[in-house]
Each structure stands twice: as structure tokens, then as C-alpha cells.
């Protein structure tokens, strides 16, 4: 299986293998986090944005050809008396009904919510999924030693045992889900084979992991670990391998371009198993802001010297495009999304399709 994916496709024979993107804008509810993680610049304390902040972000976003919004914040967000205040004031039971109301906004105005909080319980994805696409949530690691180290020491709410109940609440309530690794905070290669390992019985059991990123830990200045090193490029090649031996076929492997700075880097990780790039953002990155990304014509233009070709895709994977996994509301808005995409117009070949190679037939 790994020979045959290293093979990538053949140009000459007129063969390619897909590798998909997301056209994605970011909103950003608030930066306040009740964590404090040893790699993140992103948590600091800051007041809830209002939902004509939203609009004017799904606006730039719908202008700019976008069809989803990653709606990412810190996590314990009702920790802060301030934030609970403005919840009171606009009339909101609490930061998942706001949540709910930006959802709802950004359908309005086109926008796919691909919603990525950190831990949530049965009950918040139950309240919450009526109103998104997909979510998600980082497992990071399963190490429990990395709780006593710079990278957890102050983040309880990393702890595996946490993190894993929440990818299996998010299995139970049929939310599809993106998880990943990340890599580089000190964990070691038994750690990513456990992180994986567990991933891949979770999807097992629910069927839920649409995606897994392999996430490189990028230094920031003035975070607890601004003097680790990033990996190298040949401990994120091994884990995306890794990856693919170790995750179930259908779950697809994404690498954050924007932090695989060289092409060559990028060649390596898709050789090595690696099929989508994740949200591509016409705005800056907001954990790596440092880290721009390229255009998608240009990611096209690379990938096509390799025998692979770059399809659009929407941040739910056609196999949950159904009325099983999404809900009433949103399926619809899917529907009409999924038919846009796949008539595309971007400039770009464009598909509905993730993981399929364009020449095979299906
Ligand atoms: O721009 C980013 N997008 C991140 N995304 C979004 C991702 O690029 C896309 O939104 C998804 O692939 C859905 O299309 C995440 C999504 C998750 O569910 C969980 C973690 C991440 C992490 C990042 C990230 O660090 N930066
Ligand atoms: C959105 C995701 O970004 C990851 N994240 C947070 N800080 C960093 C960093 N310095 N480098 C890479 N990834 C990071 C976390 O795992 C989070 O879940
Ligand atoms: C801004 S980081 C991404 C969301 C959440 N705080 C987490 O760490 O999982
Ligand atoms: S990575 Fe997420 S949980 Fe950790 S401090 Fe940053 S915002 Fe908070």
C-alpha cells in the first residue's frame, strides 16, 4: 500500500493523483484561552467579537471565493467574567449559542462553519452541530509526560484523556471531525505511533475522521518555547508515513502548506502519503501568522511537475455529504455548495470528490 501511494501519479500516462484544498476565511470569537500551552502566541485575552465583526469576516470571505469559515477560539471561554458579560448583554445563554448564532450568520452569507474550539462535551456538539458543516479539535499527542513540560504544563485541558473523550463524544453525536498530531512539542516516536493508533480505533468504532493533520510546531518569540527547534523535515516525512500505515484508507492526511516552506518539503510529505492542504486562506494564518500562504494557482502549478493535481473541496468530504451525518438544516447548504464546487470556477480543476484520482472513473 505505501509503495503504491509513493508512486504519486504519471504525468506521461496522464495520470494524476488529487490532492485537495479548502478555500477558507477565519473568524476568530475571541483569543482568550483559560490554557496556557508553551508553543501558542494565539491566547491572550481579548473581548468577543460582535456579530457585525462576523458578518464583515464572512463578507471578506465570500468576496475573496471562500466556502467555508474556520471558526477557531481558546478554550473555557465562560471562565471570563468579561465574556460572559457581553453574552448577557446580547442576549446569549451562554458561548455555545452565540456560536450557534454566528453559525447561522455565516450560512446566510454562504460560508460553510468548520468549527475547531478545542474540548467540547456530547452535550455542546449536540447543541452546536445543527448549525456547522464539520468540526474539529487537535489531539495533539497522547503523551502524559508532556504534562509536567513547557508544552502542557499549563494546559490541563490537553491531557489525552480529555482529548480523547472528546473526539469520541464528537464520534457519537456523527459530527465529522478533523483531528491531528502535533509535532515537535517534545514527544517522542512512541508517542506518534500511540497518538495515531488511537485515532485510527476511533474511527473504527464511529467512522467519524474525515482528516488528520500532521502539524509541525512552529516557534514563536515570547512563548515558553521560542528556543525548541521545529522537526526536521525527516521526522515530519516518517510521521506522514506513519500516518498512512497507520490510519484507515478513507481517512485522509493533510499537511498546512504554509508551514512546509519549501516545495521540495512539500514533495516529500505528498510522497510520503499526504493528500490535502487544508484551509487555504486569503488572510493571514492565525496561529502562525509569520507563515503566509502561497496562492492555490501556485500550489496547482507545483504540484502539477509532480503528476498531482489540486481540486477544490468543501470542509465536509463527499462520503459525509449525506442527511446521516449532516444535520437538516445545514445538509441542504451542502448540497448547493457541493454542486458549485464541483462546476467550479477558480481557474482551477475543481471537484466534489477528495481522495479519488481524477482519471479513475467514479
Ligand atoms: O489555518 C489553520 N487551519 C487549521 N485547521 C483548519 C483546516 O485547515 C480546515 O479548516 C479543515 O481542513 C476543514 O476544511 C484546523 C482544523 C481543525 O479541525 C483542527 C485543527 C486545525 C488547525 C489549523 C491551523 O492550525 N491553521
Ligand atoms: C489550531 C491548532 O494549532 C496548533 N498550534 C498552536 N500553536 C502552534 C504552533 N506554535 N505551531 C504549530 N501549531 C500550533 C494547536 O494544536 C491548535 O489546535
Ligand atoms: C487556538 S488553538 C485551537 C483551538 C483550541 N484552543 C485548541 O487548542 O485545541
Ligand atoms: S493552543 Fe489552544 S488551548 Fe493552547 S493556549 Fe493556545 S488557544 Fe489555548
Known amino acids: 500500500m505505501t509503495a503504491n501511494i509513493q508512486l504519486g501519479g504519471h504525468p506521461d500516462l496522464g495520470e494524476s493523483v488529487g490532492v485537495t484544498y479548502s478555500r477558507s476565511i477565519t473568524f476568530i470569537p475571541t483569543y482568550s484561552c483559560v490554557f496556557a500551552c508553551g508553543y501558542c502566541a494565539f491566547a491572550r485575552p481579548t473581548p468577543l467579537a460582535g456579530l457585525e465583526e462576523a458578518a464583515a469576516c464572512f463578507i471578506r470571505g465570500v468576496q475573496a471565493g471562500c466556502h467555508e469559515v474556520l471558526i477557531m477560539s481558546g478554550e473555557g471561554v465562560m471562565a471570563f467574567p468579561s465574556i460572559r458579560q457581553q453574552l448577557t448583554q446580547w442576549g446569549f445563554q451562554d458561548y455555545n449559542d452565540y456560536l450557534s448564532a454566528v453559525c447561522r450568520l455565516a450560512l446566510d452569507h454562504g460560508l460553510l462553519p468548520h468549527i475547531n474550539i478545542g474540548n467540547q462535551s456530547e452535550l455542546d456538539f449536540r447543541r452546536l452541530r445543527p448549525f456547522c458543516a464539520s468540526m474539529g479539535m487537535m489531539l495533539e499527542t497522547t503523551s502524559v509526560a508532556l504534562m509536567r513540560h513547557p508544552a502542557h504544563r499549563h494546559a490541563p485541558g490537553k491531557h489525552p484523556q480529555a482529548r480523547l473523550a472528546t473526539l469520541a463524544a464528537a464520534g457519537r453525536v456523527r459530527v465529522p471531525f478533523t483531528t491531528g498530531l502535533l509535532v515537535g512539542i517534545g514527544e517522542t516516536w512512541a508517542d506518534r505511533q ?159 470528490s477528495g481522495v479519488v484520482p481524477r482519471s479513475q472513473p467514479g
Open 194 to 352: 500511540a497518538a495515531l493508533s488511537a485515532v485510527a480505533t476511533l474511527h473504527r468504532q464511529y467512522g467519524h475522521i474525515q482528516e488528520v493533520i500532521i502539524q509541525p510546531f512552529t516557534p514563536h518569540p515570547r512563548t515558553a518555547m521560542a528556543a525548541y527547534p521545529g522537526p526536521d523535515l525527516s521526522t515530519l516525512v516518517k510521521t506522514v508515513r506513519m500516518a498512512r500505515d497507520t490510519l484507515p484508507p478513507d481517512v485522509v492526511i493533510q499537511i498546512p502548506p504554509n508551514l512546509t516552506p519549501s516545495a521540495e518539503a512539500r514533495r516529500q510529505l505528498l510522497l510520503a502519503g499526504a493528500r490535502d492542504f487544508g484551509g487555504i486562506s486569503p488572510e493571514p494564518d492565525h496561529i502562525n501568522p509569520d507563515e503566509p500562504w502561497l496562492s492555490p494557482e501556485h500550489y496547482a502549478a507545483e504540484l502539477a511537475e509532480w503528476g498531482f493535481v489540486l481540486h477544490l473541496r468543501l470542509p465536509v468530504y463527499p462520503r459525509f455529504q449525506t442527511p446521516q451525518w449532516l444535520s437538516p438544516t445545514v445538509y441542504p447548504y451542502v448540497c448547493a455548495k457541493s454542486a458549485t464546487v464541483t462546476n467550479g470556477g477558480n481557474g482551477l480543476q475543481e471537484q466534489a
